[in-house]
């Protein structure tokens, strides 16, 4: 796939990269690209939304979010759209704890202000979410393992304001 459609970038090496989703293969490609091809034609929908919105967002954003290196086409190799982005260097916060959770958590909320104060007039619509009270008892059993993180019975008072905001419309 990479020699067809983009020789440029035939010389670099690729490796598997381990991620939690399921959606998407990804490798490396060299030091700073990774590539994402789809495993289904949903996934490949919503790559083909990522690539059309993600240099819209950006500009947005406070975080660094993935930018578009090329599109890939679906061949007689490969069946669905595919992408090289760019890498983004960094650690896992699932694997490796922030060093200041007080300003990992600032820079998030940060970024999610910044993420709903877009125009979204011709963004596509959302086909994810679910009511929070479907998440309750997962996002209660969750609780109980990150004691370690900080003040569990806090994260509880918190989640169940959160319960209590009224429904969006």
Not at 1 to 22: R, V, Y
Not at 78 to 87: A, L, S
Request: proline share 8%; charged share 20%.
């Amino acid at each position: 796939l990479i020699e067809d459609q983009f020789p440029d970038c035939c010389n670099f090496e690729i490796k598997p990269f381990q991620h939690a989703g399921s959606d998407n293969a990804m490798f490396r490609l060299g030091e700073s690209h990774c590539i994402r091809l789809p495993l289904t034609e949903a996934s490949e929908n919503q790559l083909q939304l990522e690539q059309e919105w993600l240099p819209k967002l950006s500009s947005y954003l406070s975080l660094t979010t993935p930018a578009v290196i090329e599109r890939g086409a679906p061949s007689n190799e490969y069946p669905f759209h595919w992408g090289i982005y760019q890498w983004i260097k960094g650690e896992n916060a699932y694997e490796i704890k922030p060093n200041n959770l007080n300003q990992a958590a600032k820079n998030l909320a940060h970024f999610i202000f910044k993420l709903q104060s877009i125009p979204t007039q011709g963004a596509p619509k959302a086909r994810r979410g679910y009511p929070l009270e479907s998440q309750d008892k997962a996002v209660r059993e969750a609780l109980l393992q990150i004691e370690d993180w900080g003040d569990e019975p806090t994260f509880e008072l918190m989640w169940t304001d959160y319960l209590n905001v009224p429904k969006w419309n």
